[in-house]
């Protein structure tokens, strides 16, 4: 068994029922035209925050990059709308 099953198998879990619907509600508001709060800034921050300790798992397993580009454009969309939407604002 690979050492990293663990690590993938607990974050594929959190992406499931935690990151990706709390996500597609962020990108619903925004969508909506809805600002972002600080609640949900924080959560961003730490997503990306995360991230930087999932990319040596990406380079060891690469059939998991494809899924992790996907997700990495969905909260760029979301972070690109909320700054557009705050500058709107102004």
Do not use: C, W
Not at 15 to 34: C, H, M, S, T
Not at 39 to 49: C, H, I, R, Y
Not at 61 to 88: D, G, V
């Amino acid at each position: 068994m690979d050492k990293d099953t663990g690590t993938i198998t607990v974050l594929m879990e959190r992406l499931e029922k935690q990151r990706l619907p709390r996500i597609l509600a962020l990108k619903e508001k925004v969508d909506n035209g809805e600002p972002l709060d600080e609640t949900n800034l924080d959560f961003l921050e730490k997503v990306f925050s995360d991230a930087k300790y999932v990319m040596p798992l990406l380079v060891r397993h690469p059939e998991y990059q494809s899924l992790a580009m996907k997700m990495l454009a969905l909260y760029k969309e979301i972070t690109e709308k909320a700054l557009q939407l705050e500058r709107n604002s102004s």
